[in-house]
């Protein structure tokens, strides 16, 4: 036929070598090759990603908060579309799907993208599938706007419990749910390896339990929870808490024998309690521990050796973020006397003003005026030593210069192993329009001057670009 010859080289490849080049396009653009001839409409039934972004069908704004609700509604719609389209056209395909990735919003939509994915769970191979379901309002939504979401998602997820049951990750945000709300989502999404929640709660002050067999991965963001009690989760490896509102530890460590890699993001204000590490843990021996205090207060107290051995005795990876610069960097030293196998140690010194708190707001009663207040340390013993350490890493602006080389100086003294000091300019921010530069030869010639005066020859600096 006229169609047939008209096939180009791209068709006479293998279907393995067509695949390849298919998924690397966008969903938008796979759909338009199905036209292209027919061998071309079977790339649907062998694709083995397939992903479906809400994103992807939107007008193109630099800010999202200019989408309007007709925006939203067609991108949704087509989320709906292309899902049948694709997933409808597989029916009997001996293909497995390695990965289902869907985004769309909440809303009249869901529920049929939502059983249209149980269907493909149901009748074909999918090895991994993961939703992210975002709300119409994305920031700052009111508590009305929380309550009818999260009516909105147990309406959802009520109709559709086979699409949840069989998915390995998800997330979430702008939810508030009622008490029985995520017992349910733990008791049918028996699958799931990553939850992400985004001001997700049962209402302020609310305590959330988590017992799962499957989770690996937990990531809260804001929230009004209490605390998040982690009573049994035996596969988790990695839990990351981005800003807490409680006063006390924002979690507790039950059964979690496979946990490696903490975070913890958190601005202070005054009704904070600083966290003592040891207790936090609880020992949990971890291998990898990220503290970010978005250049505010300091809310870690230090603490002696024999408090962290128990929980730092594996810790190999500390990574120190977004340390103001009119702080004293001293107490930073406690962590290392309590951390004998720490190999790698990064500190970014820096005031971001896109994370601080800043203008009139800075003047509010709860905001903290002194940053390193109550961080006094003595180290275990006079010489005290370390052995282990084989990296340091200081990001920044080099504002506070004079600090930064005492801090070197504290580390290089205790670290006897240590050789390699890495200088790194402070990281890209968009929204700050802090774009990263080279460093000049003026700059490295100036820091590499003052780093020496303090720091032994032996050691080497670099200028990582």
């Not at 309007?68 to 067609?74: E, F, G, L, N, Y």
């Not at 596969?235 to 924002?250: A, I, S, Y």
């Not at 962290?308 to 107490?331: G, M, Q, R």
């Amino acid at each position: 036929s006229q169609e047939d010859s008209q096939d180009d080289r791209l068709s006479k490849l293998p279907d393995d070598v067509l695949l390849n080049i298919v998924e690397r396009l966008g969903i938008v653009d796979v759909a338009r090759t199905t036209v292209l001839s027919r061998r071309w409409k079977q790339i649907p039934a062998i694709l083995s990603k397939v992903v479906i972004l809400a994103g992807s069908f939107e007008p193109k704004h630099e800010d999202w908060s200019k989408l309007t609700p007709d925006d939203i509604v067609r991108a949704n719609t087509t989320v709906l579309e292309a899902t049948r389209s694709i997933l409808e056209r597989r029916a009997g395909s001996l293909y497995p799907i390695h990965l289902l990735r869907m985004q769309f919003y909440l809303g009249d939509e869901s529920i049929l993208i939502g059983q249209t994915v149980a269907n493909a769970i149901a009748t074909q191979k999918v090895d991994s599938a993961e939703f992210t379901i975002l709300t119409k309002v994305r920031k700052k939504c009111t508590k009305n706007e929380l309550l009818i979401y999260g009516k909105q998602f147990m309406s959802f997820f009520d109709s559709c419990p086979n699409a949840f049951g069989g998915l390995a990750r998800l997330t979430l945000e702008n939810l508030r749910l009622g008490e029985s709300g995520f017992p349910k989502i733990f008791s049918i999404c028996k699958q799931l390896e990553f939850l992400s929640l985004y001001e997700c709660d049962m209402g302020i002050k609310s305590l959330l339990e988590v017992e799962h067999p499957q989770l690996s991965e937990l990531v809260i963001v804001c929230g009004r929870f209490e605390r998040v009690d982690l009573k049994w989760a035996p596969k988790l490896t990695k839990l990351k808490f981005n800003v807490f509102r409680c006063r006390d530890d924002p979690f507790c460590l039950g059964y979690v024998p496979l946990l490696q890699t903490v975070s913890i993001i958190n601005v202070a204000f005054t009704w904070h309690k600083m966290l003592k590490l040891s207790e936090l843990l609880d020992k949990a021996a971890i291998s990898n521990l990220s503290l970010d205090f978005k250049s505010e207060k300091i809310w870690v107290k230090p603490e002696g050796r024999r408090q962290l051995l128990p929980v730092f005795h594996k810790l190999s990876i500390l990574n120190l973020i977004n340390i103001a610069e009119e702080c004293d960097l001293t107490w930073t030293m406690f962590l290392l006397d309590g951390a004998p196998s720490l190999k790698e140690l990064h500190i970014l010194v820096r005031n971001h003003l896109c994370e601080m708190v800043t203008g009139k707001r800075r003047e509010l009663p709860v905001v903290c005026k002194e940053k390193d207040k109550g961080l006094e340390w003595e180290p275990s013993t006079s010489d005290f030593k370390h052995h282990n350490l084989a990296g340091l890493s200081i990001y920044g602006r080099f504002h506070a210069v004079d600090k930064l080389v005492r801090f070197a100086r504290n580390v290089v003294e205790a670290a006897v192993n240590l050789e390699d000091i890495r200088l790194y300019k402070s990281p890209v921010c968009v929204r700050c329009k802090y774009m990263l530069q080279e460093w000049t030869f003026e700059e490295t010639s100036w820091l590499r001057y003052e780093f020496s005066k303090e720091i032994p020859s032996h050691v080497r600096i670099h200028f990582p670009s």
